[in-house]
């Protein structure tokens, strides 16, 4: 690996270095007389002698060797990775490299400048007394913290609202970012926890705790995608069939080429995140959406670390062994939870799965992901609802048609939806086993876990300055590394600043794009499809 790639980044301790620096600048000039003496010093109210003696000594220091810059060393070690430690240097709101100051600064107010626009909205299609002062207390909640994230407040505690993950979001406060800001605590716990602040603002209220602020784009979203919608849907809405007459051997490679496809649809419906895209014409989401088999060849090129052909020989390994459970971590909602179903309804119908778990947040978090109210409103939409009118009646009957077998798949249990309360705290998935490990031992028993999208692959690696050379397995350490971890794939495009599993020559791959092509890595022109081996059919231990 080079050393040359690492962008500039600050001291071990950089806020407590800040503070250290400005503490010294506002200390008094004046000598201090209440300084407790030492072994050195004359006693109190005692001569110090210095009347009539010579000048401080200075010594020339000309034969040793000159001054060294000491750079910390990356990785850090097990012991000393902690949730303000990373294995590489954390990205922090005040670093302006990092797209963590444009999310931090301007990103994140947009964000909840928008969602009080939308309780707005609610509040004057209200009429009932009690439930109008109490949303409107929801709102004077949500500009309180908009003020603290403009004004980069320290982050407090989170109040009691019942939800099981108060003692995980405090522990983590109290322990690791007492006294820390929006700023200078690590990007993906700050973000984390503005989310969960906004949950804590309708979770105290009477009348609106199930509130969700970004469900109106999210379902507008998904019916302004009606073009990508039906291009799949029309494809796929009759279980599919290969051709009569072929051997074993055409088959297999036929699956193959059609597995090797759905990754991809799967892989790049994650361009559409509400949370990056909150002005998005629908042009734009028709550009990003657009699933033709040409559009798919000329993006696999773009796929810079494409574990594709290992991930076809995993599942099908599944099916040799009768089919086996797959697990995905999902992301957006709308068109990427679409194109999910769309590739897990293929793995079903070619014996690739025999069951699939589809693990969603409790509560609204980071804009777009899926929560169970999402889930069932897509579901039910695509059956019942008319949110595409300009559709032929062929369309809308393709559409009803491939919810109807999701929907039944349900009722068989071939497809079940879970909510953990380990997926909406400020933990990295480093310690999973140690914070949730009934989640794990969970994971554990699956024959593969998809992990959906870049909040999910952040998780994954911690969130830091790893270079892009990184091998994916170092990337997510116990998730690879703990006995009984399972297969890991990662699916994302990438929006942010960490970037692994790139080969041997990625670090030199990251520094050519950064050259030409700058903001890579917030583009969502880029992805990887990454996978870990893990440890699976081990005796999970926790110690």
Not at 205 to 232: G, I, M, P
Not at 251 to 276: H, P, V, Y
Not at 451 to 469: M, V
Not at 475 to 500: E, H, N
Request: glycine share 6%; hydrophobic share 35%; net charge negative.
């Amino acid at each position: 690996m080079t050393g040359s790639y690492f962008p500039p980044t600050p001291p071990h301790d950089a806020d407590d270095a800040d503070q250290q620096l400005q503490s010294k600048m506002s200390a008094p000039t004046q000598p201090n007389a209440s300084l407790a003496p030492n072994a050195a010093a004359p006693p109190p109210n005692g001569t110090t002698g210095t009347k009539d003696a010579p000048g401080r000594m200075s010594l020339k220091l000309s034969h040793l060797p000159s001054r060294q810059i000491i750079k910390p060393v990356y990785p850090r070690s097990p012991s000393s990775i902690d949730p303000n430690n990373p294995p590489w240097p954390a990205f922090r709101g005040y670093h302006e490299y990092s797209f963590a100051y444009a999310t931090m600064g301007q990103r994140l107010p947009t964000i909840l400048g928008k969602a009080i626009e939308d309780v707005v909205v609610t509040l004057n299609q209200e009429y009932d007394e009690e439930r109008i002062v109490d949303l409107v207390q929801c709102i004077e909640r949500m500009e309180a913290l908009m003020k603290e994230l403009q004004e980069q407040a320290k982050l407090r505690p989170i109040i009691d609202d019942g939800e099981a993950d108060v003692a995980l979001w405090n522990k983590l406060i109290a322990k690791y970012f007492h006294g820390k800001t929006f700023m200078n605590a690590p990007w993906l716990f700050a973000e984390a926890y503005k989310y969960r602040r906004l949950q804590e603002c309708f979770s105290v209220s009477k009348y609106w705790k199930n509130y969700d602020v970004f469900f109106r784009q999210k379902c507008d979203t998904f019916s302004r995608s009606h073009e990508a919608v039906f291009e799949l849907s029309m494809r796929f809405a009759d279980p599919f069939k290969l051709k009569e007459g072929l051997s074993p051997e055409e088959k297999l490679e036929a699956e193959r080429l059609m597995f090797f496809e759905l990754t991809q649809i799967c892989l790049w419906g994650n361009s559409t995140d509400l949370s990056l895209l909150i002005n998005m014409t629908e042009d734009q989401i028709r550009s990003l959406q657009s699933t033709g088999g040409d559009n798919l060849a000329a993006t696999e090129k773009n796929i810079l670390g494409n574990h594709m052909q290992r991930l076809w020989e995993t599942v099908n390994d599944l099916r040799e062994n009768t089919g086996g459970r797959i697990d995905f971590v999902l992301d957006n909602a709308g068109f990427e939870l679409y194109c999910d179903c769309v590739y897990a309804d293929f793995l079903i119908q070619s014996g690739l799965a025999k069951e699939i778990r589809f693990h969603g947040k409790r509560y609204p978090w980071f804009v777009s992901d899926v929560t169970k109210k999402d889930w069932e409103w897509l579901l039910n939409s695509m059956v019942y609802g008319h949110l595409f009118p300009k559709a032929s009646e062929e369309e809308k009957e393709s559409l009803r048609r491939l919810g109807l077998r999701w929907k039944q798949y349900e009722k068989e249990g071939k497809w079940i939806y879970e909510q953990h309360p380990f997926w909406c705290t400020g933990f990295t998935f480093w310690e999973l086993h140690n914070e949730a490990p009934d989640l794990f031992l969970h994971l554990s028993r699956s024959d593969l876990v998809i992990f959906k999208g870049d909040l999910n692959h952040r998780k994954l690696t911690y969130d830091c300055a790893a270079p892009p050379s990184t091998e994916f397995e170092i990337a997510i350490g116990p998730m690879a590394s703990a006995a009984g971890a399972p297969r890991v794939c990662s699916m994302r495009t990438i929006k942010s600043d960490v970037v692994v599993g790139l080969g041997p020559e990625g670090d030199e791959l990251a520094e050519r794009l950064d050259k030409e092509e700058p903001g890579w890595k917030i583009s969502g022109k880029y992805a990887v499809v990454l996978l870990s081996e893990g440890r699976p059919g081990e005796k999970v231990v926790f110690t």
